[in-house]
């Protein structure tokens, strides 16, 4: 079973649409992060979310939109794609305080 | 300041080699140490939790010195599958900090 899956894994669009990465883990933990990951290859924080509430929101553009369902699924809303905005997207959850990180397989997001 | 820092390398070793990668952190609160690996266009995989009295995975030993706040990996014997970035990961009860990663390419 797949413990922390993205969807989709690939997303090729057009500068200025409004798309949705969704993110699922199922393995229990209380909390979600969204990463972004460039083509410099550095890991930024963008988001998280502990039992459903935000608890790191790191200097994005308000066109990123987290949303947290329940605890086991954090999905990004991203509005008015830009160039700029090309990149990997990683979903990950863990137990908070001082256990590991588990990654989902990344959003490959291409704007053309 | 970054949080934390590590030499993004290259490392090119033959196989068989021995090699270390060090990082150091600036919050003297981190509580939790971890070395990720990540291939190319996938996803980071946890490698191994970092101990204070240092802790061994057969090829793989890691070592956290508070005192001097870095933590280290050391690989023996290299394969050509240990080819891939390493991230030095530090958390301090709140966030996760990532290190830049350090390229490893192990050459036949």
């Known amino acids: 079973d797949t413990a922390v899956s993205q969807t989709p894994k690939y997303l090729v669009t057009q500068m200025g649409n409004d798309k949705s990465i969704k993110c699922e883990q199922n393995?229990?933990?209380?909390?979600m992060y969204w990463y972004k990951q460039d083509s410099k290859k550095f890991l930024k924080i963008m988001f998280s979310?502990?039992?459903?509430?935000?608890?790191i929101n790191e200097t994005v553009p308000n066109r990123f939109s987290p949303k947290s369902p329940d605890k086991a699924h954090l999905n990004l809303h991203i509005n008015s794609l830009e160039l700029g905005d090309s990149a990997v997207y990683f979903c990950?959850?863990?137990?908070?305080?001082?256990?590991?990180?588990?990654f989902g397989d990344g959003t490959r997001l291409s704007i053309l | 300041r970054k949080e934390v820092e590590q030499d993004p390398g290259p490392f090119n070793v033959p196989e068989g080699a021995t090699v270390a990668f060090n990082c150091t952190y600036s919050?003297?609160?981190?509580?939790?140490f971890f070395w990720y690996r990540q291939d190319c266009r996938k996803e980071p995989k946890l490698l191994m939790s970092?101990?204070?009295s240092g802790n061994e995975d057969g090829r793989f030993t890691a070592q956290l010195n508070r005192a001097s706040q870095y933590i280290s990996l050391l690989i023996r014997d290299s394969k050509l599958s240990d080819s891939a970035t390493y991230l030095c990961?530090?958390?301090?009860?709140?966030?996760?900090?990532f290190g830049t990663g350090t390229s490893l390419t192990v050459i036949p």
């Open positions: 990950a959850s863990s137990q908070f305080g001082h256990q590991p990180q588990h």
């Open positions: 393995l229990g933990h209380d909390t």
């Open positions: 979310y502990n039992n459903k509430e935000l608890i």
């Open positions: 919050n003297s609160a981190s509580q939790s």
């Open positions: 970092v101990y204070s």
């Open positions: 990961v530090v958390n301090d009860g709140n966030q996760f900090y």
